[in-house]
């Protein structure tokens, strides 16, 4: 099994950027499509990206749209969301998340990934 750990996360003031960081090991990630997920206080967990295999294929939630970009280096088993553009709704828990399976349709509902990073706390100031 694959263990992740996630990293990056911090306080920034609105308009900022942060990059976290998704650490594989166990397994090869090349192995897992992934994906970031955050979760707010008093809020449920939401879809925030999703890359495929070799990154060929990613997705995004229309809230981070044009503002996060996922991207990953299977030769480093490493894993990134850059977020730039920081807004104070964009606070939360972010998890990095990998399953093996992938129907094409599905990137998006986090109980059909089956591995989880602990989480790392963003939060953006106004």
């Known amino acids: 099994q694959v263990q992740l750990v996630d990293s990056g996360g911090g306080l920034v003031q609105a308009g900022g950027s942060l990059r976290l960081s998704c650490a594989a090991s166990?397994?090869?990630?090349?192995?897992?499509?992934m994906g970031w997920f955050r979760q707010a206080p008093g809020k449920e967990r939401e879809f925030v990206a999703f890359?495929?295999?070799?990154?060929?294929?990613?997705y995004y939630a229309d809230s981070v749209k044009g503002r996060f970009t996922i991207s990953r280096e299977n030769a480093k088993n490493t894993m990134y969301l850059q977020m730039n553009s920081l807004k104070p709704e964009d606070t939360a828990v972010y998890y990095c998340?990998?399953?093996?399976?992938?129907?094409?349709?599905?990137?998006?509902?986090?109980?059909?990934?089956?591995?989880w990073g602990q989480g790392t706390q963003v939060t953006v100031s106004s």
């Open positions: 166990g397994r090869t990630l090349g192995e897992y499509v």
């Open positions: 998340a990998a399953r093996r399976t992938y129907s094409g349709t599905d990137y998006y509902n986090g109980e059909l990934y089956n591995f």
């Open positions: 890359i495929s295999w070799r990154g060929r294929s990613t």
